[in-house]
């Protein structure tokens, strides 16, 4: 069964360093996303992207924080300075078309980004 | 946009009984919810959903009902069992795609 895949698992990173997270999306899915969860609490929106663009994102998604598709299989995440905040977990998401069959949204493992 | 409520947060059933937890949604465009089921230190997986076109969807255990004019949707799981011990979101899919999520129900179920 296809899968969403996210490296790395953990990265541990000192405060005002640079983070890339690494997601590839299921192959034919046009909608990616990413979410992030801290410990303990709910799933929370950063952004969607669309047609190689944002096509939303939350008050969480601000300037320290982009996305990029720069090839045809990778999704990334990046933190330009990051800090003891952003220490959560890191879901990526992709889904189909809407009214497709693959309408839902998979999730990749999660990674676990801890700021020191 | 979209924002969705989960009720109850904490939800603790002997084996064997039901457990239903409660979603309600604001944007009545939304046409699409999931729930997913998140165990300790994993990844949410999807474990039923509902489109805005049907009102009541049935998975062995697991159930969803929605009501549209209500905004309000409900994932019923009956006959439940330890393994069922999880944390529960549901989610709204808006229309700009995008998958809106509750707060999480943590569900107990004791042996």
């Known amino acids: 069964e296809p899968e969403v895949t996210q490296t790395p698992s953990h990265q541990v990173t000192q405060m005002g360093q640079e983070v890339i997270l690494r997601c590839v999306p299921i192959s034919n899915h046009l909608y990616f996303y990413w979410y992030r969860q801290i410990l303990g609490q709910k799933v929370e929106f950063l952004v969607s992207?669309?047609?190689?663009?944002?096509?939303?994102k939350s008050e969480i998604f601000d300037d320290q924080f982009s996305v990029e598709r720069p090839d045809g299989s990778n999704f990334t995440l990046k933190i330009r300075s990051t800090k003891l905040e952003d220490s959560a977990m890191y879901f990526c998401?992709?889904?189909?078309?809407?009214?497709?069959?693959?309408?839902?949204?998979?999730f990749g493992q999660g990674t676990r980004l801890t700021v020191v | 946009g979209e924002n969705v409520e989960q009720h109850p947060s904490t939800l603790s059933v002997q084996e064997g009984d039901s457990a239903v937890i409660k979603c309600t949604y604001s944007?009545?465009?939304?046409?699409?919810f999931p729930w997913y089921k998140q165990e300790l230190g994993k990844r949410p997986q999807l474990i039923i959903d509902?489109?805005?076109?049907?009102g009541e969807k049935k998975d062995q255990r697991i159930a969803v009902t929605l009501n549209k004019t209500a905004k309000h949707f409900s994932l019923h799981i009956t006959e439940t069992q330890p393994e069922d011990s999880a944390v529960y979101f549901c989610a709204a899919r808006d229309n700009g795609q995008n998958f809106v999520f509750g707060p999480g129900t943590r569900l107990s179920v004791l042996p």
């Open positions: 944007d009545s465009a939304s046409n699409y």
């Open positions: 509902i489109r805005s076109n049907v």
């Open positions: 998401a992709s889904s189909g078309p809407p009214g497709g069959m693959n309408t839902e949204a998979f």
């Open positions: 992207f669309y047609n190689n663009e944002i096509s939303e």
